[in-house]
């Protein structure tokens, strides 16, 4: 294989026509110069400069070489270059979180794109525990998590706290336990630890969201409170995913005397270099959140 260091000693040369200027262009003896066309020439069994004093003429091998070389140069120059860059606002980051924080955050990632043309948003929304194998298995750039990590991959530190809320059909003003009984509990992914989070810490009452009778489910955060709205149960969700419904004068928002909030965590991988443009997403949530 052709060093690219002899290769460019050649080009160099070619373009400047003189030894003792190509040398200083490069900052290299003369016999450095003339010991890298040598070995040029030793490699590709031709000789590649016709000598004649202190000046010299290219053969047909010296030609092709030149104009072929150049090329090579300018591509591994521009490589180079792009390599070095880390640009802040270019590039696509790959963003991964559980449904609640992703429905106050994505919107305002979209607009830090609008903003900027070559920076390109790729959010995925799923639960804490996709979201730490996606980020081991170097599937994305960073994620949200509301449990701090198992894996010995993921490194993770808290950023945020998130209220964990008990949302009733607007009719009901003080939920007591047997309201709650009677009303049913509208399940989601989270629910049951939601629940045991926020109805333990208030309900004397409380074991296990398996008290109450199943009065729907649904796996789409922003669909979760419909079947609240229309007075068919009620649920306990984080507040980012009750702020963004659209129908809060459909149900009622009750914060509970014991207050109960979850830990938000960024979570990234432990051996990956974090560029300019997914440090400058990680800014832009944390005024966010």
């Excluded at 002899?6 to 003369?30: D, G, I, K, P, Y």
């Excluded at 607009?111 to 980020?135: C, G, M, T, W």
Aim: aromatic share 8%; glycine share 8%; with cysteine.
């Amino acid at each position: 294989m052709i060093s690219p260091v002899w290769l460019r000693s050649f080009c160099t040369l070619v373009e400047v026509a003189h030894f003792t200027r190509t040398a200083e262009r490069l900052n290299m003896t003369q016999s450095g110069v003339s010991q890298h066309v040598r070995k040029l020439e030793d490699h590709l069994g031709q000789p590649l400069l016709i000598r004649q004093g202190k000046q010299f003429t290219l053969t047909d091998a010296g030609e092709r070489l030149y104009h072929e070389g150049l090329k090579i140069i300018r591509t591994l120059s521009d490589l180079e270059k792009r390599v070095g860059e880390d640009p802040a606002f270019e590039g696509t980051v790959r963003v991964v979180s559980p449904g609640s924080v992703g429905l106050k955050l994505y919107p305002r990632l979209l607009n830090l794109q609008k903003q900027h043309a070559k920076l390109v948003i790729d959010y995925r929304f799923a639960p804490n525990s996709e979201v730490e194998k996606l980020i081991a298995e170097h599937k994305v750039d960073i994620g949200f998590l509301t449990t701090p990590s198992t894996l010995d991959e993921v490194s993770f530190k808290p950023v945020a706290e998130e209220e964990l809320l008990l949302v009733t059909p607007k009719e009901v003003l003080e939920p007591d336990w047997q309201q709650l009984m009677e009303l049913g509990f509208i399940d989601h992914p989270d629910g049951a630890h939601h629940a045991g989070l926020l109805l333990g810490a208030n309900y004397p009452e409380f074991q296990n969201s398996k008290q109450f009778k199943k009065a729907g489910f649904s796996n789409q955060i922003n669909l979760i409170l419909e079947p609240v709205s229309m007075g068919l149960g009620f649920t306990v969700l984080p507040g980012h995913a009750v702020a963004a419904f659209n129908g809060t004068g459909q149900v009622k928002i009750h914060r509970l005397a014991h207050r109960v909030s979850e830990t938000l965590y960024l979570g990234f991988h432990i051996n990956k270099f974090m560029p300019s443009r997914v440090r400058t997403v990680i800014d832009e949530a944390m005024e966010c959140l």
